[in-house]
């Protein structure tokens, strides 16, 4: 009996390990010689194409694989575009590609340090200083401009403001809000009184603040987020892996080759680090903390 | 001559060397003219281009959530494109001024450019959608206003620099026809000239040539320069030569004629005379002959010498001796003819006038002569001093060695009434005299010796008064060809 139920647990595992089928493997696309690079408007769209342009040429010429830029209008789109415009590759911002990542399956290679040595940012919620704001009960009945309903700085921070601070329909609360694009043109409606209330990241908070002073003068930040990693590469999951390998080296070790460096500092930024997608953690807690459901979440703007 | 044609060739060269430089550099200049031009042009259609842009942007932005709204991929790409054309526009040279107005406009169109980004990220309420897109095409409209304005100030520019452009190929054009004009022209003048400076003194040297053929050998060419006056200077010499070898011939015609003529008076006319002479002699001493017969005789008699010196001097002129060379010192020679004619004189002085010598010896080198003939020749020109100075004079005696250390030069002079000017150059031809006992022979056959020496002798007035004359020799060594 004993042996009989060996010899069929034997069968049994036997069969088993026959009837095992491996998921299948992503159909592999041939080397692309084109790449299409979304980029999210983190700033002024046109400035940002310039800011990446140089980057993508310097890419180019180290792997002979042409980069083209696609920028987009809005952080979600992104999503959208992966699907749709035939995208190979996007500058993501942490939201947007713990977003894409669930959604669509793409896969971080590598993200920049900045000047300052840091590779995070945080989100800051802000208010003009003359405008007495200085807590969520202050904002009650204000204006308040959000970057984007995919950005982690420019909605998630506001919307886990409201929810610690007890506010369950921010739109019934506040007077309004809106969109407004951009995390520069967020701090600049705040700063020019086109809302009283707004909500970016730091990184940008202080490039803006370098060139106008009246930024740290006139602005006060309320709250901040947990750092979360900047805006890294990631490529869909079916690229190449050669040319993934390629790309990703090329990043990495660019701020060792004198060309690689002019660019690094036209971008502004120290060196390329290696990013893994466990690094996004604190953005799918932060959104978990707000009970977003990733995968379902509806990341266009109203 | 031909420095006047190298300089004239060099201003010629150089003159058009330089119309050269100028037309090229007007030229060049009227090409970067028409390239600054075709330059402008471009950036007028530039601008032109660059303000459809912006329209074309502007209708995009007015299209913006209406049905017939482009898609932002479009609009992008309008909004790139004109911002690619702006910085184009910085890609050329510009006067501070332009520089100025293009930075003004680009600054413009980067707000633009930022009113836009906003307008296309922007996610609001309508009245704040439609604040954003009229205060971005407000500064679209400015944008417009500002690169029509720069199209109409590039306008009056081009006009003025086309206009610039057009006068300088039109000032090209008329300098390059007056250089086709005057080009041929001052060539030709040019030509004239030379070959005006060429011909004339070949036609002045041609005619002296027929002159000198007709036989006019005191014809002389004059007035020509340069190179021709080189030519005219030899032609001359020529002539001048032409006229001695001529006068050589006639003396040798005449020598030969007189030859003949002493050599018929020896044969027909001596051994007559002689005879007369004897029988003369011989009468006169007989005693039936009366004194005053005797005396006639005796004047025959004298007279018969006085011919057959004659006729010895016709002899000795007309067949001349051949010289007998031998180491002679001139000046010992000419001392002691001087001391024999001295000599003489005072025996058979014929006026009262004292004659002083002067003599001034220079230190000479023996050379081969014919003693005779010299001293023959010395005495000779002592004779005609002293019939010159008939009241006394100087007689100057000098001699030295000319500076080439070849040749002896010998002055015998007086300080009597000279030669009459018409008259210097005959002196030496056989048979002219001025003396009245004179045989007119003795000058010619010292010349005829001289020359047999290989010597020269010329004759000149003193500025003093007096004559001069000048005996050069040639040193000739020992066992040298005579």
Do not use: W
């Not at chain 2, 050998?217 to 004059?222: A, E, F, M, S, Y």
Request: one cysteine or more; a positive charge.
């Amino acid at each position: 009996m004993f042996k009989r139920s060996i010899t069929a647990i034997v069968c049994l595992l036997a069969l088993l390990a026959c009837s095992r089928q491996e998921p299948p493997a992503p159909a592999r696309k041939p080397a692309a010689k084109k790449l299409l690079i979304g980029l999210i408007p983190e700033q002024n769209i046109f400035k940002q194409m310039e800011r990446y342009e140089p980057l993508m040429e310097y890419l180019y010429q180290k792997t002979g694989t042409k980069m083209k830029l696609k920028i987009l209008p809005r952080y979600g789109n992104i999503v959208d575009n992966f699907k749709s415009s035939g995208m190979d590759g996007a500058f993501f911002g942490s939201f947007t590609y713990t977003l894409a990542h669930a959604k669509v399956g793409v896969e971080v290679l590598a993200r920049p340090v900045a000047l300052d040595n840091t590779s995070t940012y945080h989100g800051l919620i802000f208010v003009r200083k003359d405008s007495h704001i200085r807590t969520a009960r202050g904002m009650k009945g204000k204006r308040f401009v959000f970057v984007d309903k995919a950005t982690t700085a420019g909605y998630l921070l506001p919307l886990e403001y409201f929810h610690k601070n007890g506010i369950s329909n921010y739109k019934g609360y506040l007077k309004e809000t809106y969109f407004a694009g951009t995390h520069e043109d967020a701090i600049y409606d705040v700063l020019n009184r086109k809302a009283d209330i707004g909500a970016a990241k730091n990184t940008v908070f202080q490039r803006l603040a370098k060139a106008d002073p009246r930024i740290m003068k006139e602005l006060v930040v309320l709250d901040r987020s947990p750092d979360v990693p900047e805006n890294a590469l990631a490529l869909r999951n079916d690229i190449d892996p050669s040319l993934r390998s390629r790309l990703k080296e090329t990043l990495l070790k660019m701020n060792l080759d004198p060309d690689g460096k002019k660019v690094l500092e036209q971008f502004g930024a120290l060196r390329f680090i290696e990013t893994r997608n466990e690094e996004y953690d604190t953005v799918v807690k932060y959104a978990g903390d707000i009970h977003l459901n990733l995968s379902t979440y509806d990341y266009k703007n109203d | 001559m031909k420095r006047k044609i190298v300089i004239a060739l060099a201003i010629y060269s150089v003159v058009f060397l330089l119309a050269g430089v100028y037309v090229i550099r007007t030229i060049q200049t009227a090409t970067t003219n028409l390239d600054r031009l075709i330059t402008l042009h471009q950036v007028e259609i530039l601008r032109e281009h660059y303000l459809l842009q912006i329209k074309r942007v502007q209708a995009d932005l007015t299209l913006i959530d209406t049905p017939h709204s482009r898609s932002f991929d479009i609009v992008v790409a309008h909004i790139l494109g004109m911002g690619r054309i702006i910085d184009t526009c910085f890609d050329c040279h510009h006067s501070p001024r332009g520089t100025e107005r293009l930075n003004a406009l680009k600054k413009q169109t980067e707000i633009y450019k930022d009113a836009l980004s906003r307008v296309l990220t922007l996610r609001a309420n309508a009245s704040r959608l439609a604040a954003e897109e009229a205060a971005a095409f407000g500064i679209g409209e400015e944008l417009i206003a500002q690169v029509r304005e720069m199209i109409a100030f590039t306008t009056s520019k081009l006009g003025e620099s086309t206009q610039k452009a057009m006068s300088e190929i039109e000032r090209t054009k008329y300098f390059l026809y007056g250089l086709v004009a005057l080009g041929p022209l001052v060539s030709a003048v040019l030509g004239f000239v030379f070959i005006l400076g060429l011909t004339r003194p070949v036609k002045v040297l041609v005619e002296s040539t027929r002159r000198l053929k007709s036989g006019d050998l005191d014809h002389r060419v004059v007035a020509l320069k340069d190179e021709f006056g080189e030519l005219a200077e030899a032609f001359n010499e020529m002539a001048g030569s032409l006229k001695e070898q001529l006068q050589k011939m006639q003396r040798t015609e005449q020598m030969v004629v007189v030859g003949e003529l002493a050599a018929g008076l020896a044969h027909e006319i001596k051994n007559p005379m002689a005879g007369i002479k004897v029988a003369m002699s011989v009468l006169s001493e007989e005693a039936y002959i009366s004194s005053e017969d005797k005396g006639v005789l005796r004047k025959v008699v004298a007279e018969i010498t006085q011919l057959e010196g004659l006729m010895k001097s016709f002899l000795n002129f007309a067949k001349p001796q051949k010289p007998r060379l031998e180491p002679v010192n001139v000046n010992q020679m000419l001392n002691t003819t001087l001391t024999f004619h001295l000599k003489h004189r005072a025996v058979g002085a014929d006026g009262p006038g004292k004659i002083e010598v002067v003599k001034e010896l220079g230190e000479l080198p023996p050379t081969m002569a014919d003693p005779t003939q010299l001293q023959q020749i010395f005495l000779n020109l002592f004779l005609n001093a002293l019939h010159a100075m008939p009241r006394g004079g100087e007689l100057g005696v000098r001699t030295c060695l000319e500076e080439d250390g070849k040749t002896i030069r010998i002055e015998v002079s007086d300080t009597g009434s000279g030669i009459r000017e018409d008259l210097i150059n005959k002196v030496f031809q056989p048979f002219f005299t001025t003396k009245t006992k004179g045989t007119g022979l003795g000058l010619a056959i010292s010349r005829q010796m001289i020359e047999q020496h290989d010597g020269a002798i010329a004759v000149a007035n003193r500025p003093g008064g007096g004559a001069l004359f000048t005996i050069l020799l040639p040193v000739k060594a020992e066992g040298a060809a005579a």
